[in-house]
């Protein structure tokens, strides 16, 4: 199909067709011009059957309508290809943008745009096997109840390479209208105003995940983004060795950069590339990887920082938009009795986000049956609610019973936070017992904020909860090293810059293992709660610990050789062994006025080389 070229059916009746291919042929599908599969639905104020300013009803008519199907049960030989010049617009219930239902022995690319309007409808869906990669490039928008953006369930032999600006919804507003003000009623002059309370039940249907994985990937999946190099360009040297940038080979293609027009060598022009957006609005999730009927593994991306079976380097979001929409942005997990298998890990070098409104938000879940070796993150994992009625639940990592995530490393920023004062906010909750390594490098943080009336903070904010565990975490915190600069300083001389200090916000609840919290820099803003076990709190490298620290069997032993414990518990602690070396401080507040005891009670004398730095403070 040449690049200009139309396929036009308008008011087309149910079951219609642009494109028809039949497997068990050999050919290259090129597709460069635009292929329109509609209802009938001309223009939206035919859609405003009530009178109030917003459309009704569904948000197509007819069904089983197709831009492209491919069927069969022999396979289609060759390349399935949307030019960046093609376009894809097809409006009925359960209908596609693309149908692959054959067996492909080639790759799929779309660079073109993908549009898909309906209940029940998929912009691209494959149900068949595809030999080589799924490269989803160009735009895809998937609206009605149930759409969703892309479903892979046939299995991949390549890798599914996402980079496009990728959406589905129920809603038929994905922006939030303004509250009704006071006093304000509808009239002749102000119908055109859409208010909140305006939005009818069809307004607000649930829409399918945006991406949905439910077949094995050998190559792993990858939400990409564009090629580009650092602000030096062309002509600087990003990796220090002395060969400029455009001189390199980065895929090894025997090509140099600067001659090469895909220097990352994923098939895609990189003038064509961008950085993947993939946005779910409502509860539908923005990607959802497992499956109900099969199990699934991802096989890694690379080598090197794509060893991973799952690797994020653009921007994932799930947004509630209304009040009590819970927002999910990326899930993985089986269906009963089904497991999620992710070679290598999960990396994120990009931005996952859940933003909700009076309800649930989770930035990233593992649910039951899914198993990973570990999770890197280098990026930002969010997650947000504004909950002034609503106890809701913010978590930006949470791990069920049922999963296993041994590993996971922080060198990004890890935030869950709410305002509203309800809401319990945490940052990782591990509910399987499994995660028994956190290393944090950056910033890992649970905030909630008060209402506008200042009302008291009812909800919790837990850093991280792993008291499921019973065989023993350990948490480390640590700087990495880095230059000052007159803009940003290295204000306590400790070798890392004032905005690469590590921290921690909230509290850390631990299991009836042997746990070890080592905090050798930055700061740690929360009461640590210990459980039974022989357990051990450690504070090196000038870092700061200001919280209660707590311990339930008494078998804790604390060390402060370089560093400060602010002991904010407003009773005594019983521990094993207490240690401040010459360069820590101990800090406890004494209240004789209302008769606490604070402080610690190990069974002999505390040790330290310099008691001195041993101080209490009085009221």
């Known amino acids: 199909m040449d690049s200009g070229s139309q396929i036009a059916m308008t008011n087309s009746a149910n079951g219609s067709t642009g494109v028809l291919v039949e497997g068990g042929n050999t ?79 080639g790759d799929l690319t779309t660079i073109g745009s993908i549009s898909i309007r309906g209940d029940g409808s998929y912009g691209v869906r494959t149900t068949g096997d595809v030999t080589g990669d799924i490269r989803l490039i160009g735009d895809i928008s998937a609206r009605g109840e149930g759409a969703v953006g892309a479903s892979i369930e046939g299995d991949v032999g390549g890798t599914l390479l996402i980079q496009s600006a990728l959406t589905a919804t129920g809603f038929r507003f994905t922006s939030r209208p ?44 990858l939400v990409g983004r564009a090629v580009a190099y650092s602000g030096a360009g062309i002509e600087g040297d990003d990796d220090g ?10 895929d090894g293609d025997g090509v140099i950069n600067r ?69 999910n942005s990326v899930v993985i997990e089986g269906g009963p009795g089904r497991t999620v298998d992710i070679e290598g890990g999960i990396r994120n070098e990009g931005t996952i986000v859940s933003l909700s409104f009076e309800a649930d938000s989770t930035a990233i879940r593992l649910g039951a049956g899914a198993t ?6 280098t990026g930002t994992i969010t997650a947000a609610t504004s909950s002034k009625e609503t106890n809701s639940e913010v978590t930006a990592l949470r791990i069920d019973a049922g999963a296993t995530l041994p590993s996971f490393t922080n060198s990004g920023s890890v935030l869950a936070t709410a305002g509203g004062g309800l809401a319990n906010t945490t940052a990782i909750v591990d509910l399987s017992g499994t995660l028994t390594s956190i290393t944090n490098l950056r910033s890992l943080q649970a905030t909630l904020n008060a209402n506008e009336a200042g009302d008291p903070v009812t909800g919790q904010t837990t850093a991280i909860n792993v008291a499921a565990n019973t065989t023993g975490v350990t948490i480390m915190q640590n700087g990495v090293a880095s230059a000052p600069t007159a803009a940003d300083p290295d204000s306590d001389g400790d070798g890392v810059t004032d905005s690469s200090e590590p921290i921690i916000v909230g509290d850390i609840r631990l299991g009836s293992g042997a746990d070890m919290v080592d905090i050798r820099n930055g700061r740690v803003l929360g009461g640590i709660h210990f459980g039974d076990g022989a357990d051990r709190l450690s504070i090196t490298g000038g870092a700061e610990v200001r919280g ?72």
């Open 548 to 619: 209660g620290v707590f311990d339930s069997d008494g078998d804790l032993d604390i060390d402060i050789a370089n560093g400060v414990l602010e002991a904010r518990q407003l009773t005594t602690t019983n521990i094993n062994e207490l240690n401040v070396g010459a360069d820590g401080v101990l800090v406890v507040t004494l209240d004789a006025e209302n008769g606490t005891r604070p402080g610690f009670k190990p069974p002999c004398a505390a040790a330290s080389s310099n008691p001195a730095r041993r101080r209490g403070r009085g009221r």
């Open 27 to 105: 050919a290259d599908i090129t597709l460069g011009g635009i292929i329109t599969v509609v209802d009938d639905i001309t223009t939206e104020t035919e859609l405003d059957t009530d009178g109030d300013g917003d459309n009704d009803g569904a948000f197509a008519r007819g069904s089983d309508r197709y831009g492209v199907r491919v069927t069969g049960v022999a396979p289609l030989v060759g390349d399935i290809l949307l030019e960046s010049g093609g376009a894809i617009n097809v409006a009925g219930n359960n209908s596609y943008g693309i149908s692959l239902e054959a067996p492909l022995t």
């Open 259 to 327: 001659s090469d027009p895909d220097r990352d060598g994923n098939g895609v022009p990189d003038a064509q590339e961008s950085t993947a957006a993939i946005t779910s609005y409502g509860s539908g999730e923005a990607i959802l990887i497992g499956s109900t009927t099969q199990d699934v593994t991802l096989g890694a991306v690379g080598t090197g920082d794509s060893a991973y079976g799952f690797i994020n380097r653009g921007s994932v979001s799930a947004l509630g938009v209304y009040d009590g929409f819970a927002a």
């Open 178 to 221: 303004p509250e009704r003000p006071d006093g304000v009623v509808d009239t002749a002059e102000n119908k055109a105003i859409l208010f909140l309370d305006d939005l009818d039940a069809d307004d607000l249907l649930v829409g399918g995940p945006a991406v949905h994985v439910a077949a094995n990937v050998a190559g792993g999946v």
């Open 241 to 250: 060795d002395g060969v400029k940038n455009g001189d390199e080979d980065d």
């Open 372 to 377: 990973t070796p570990d999770f890197q993150n």
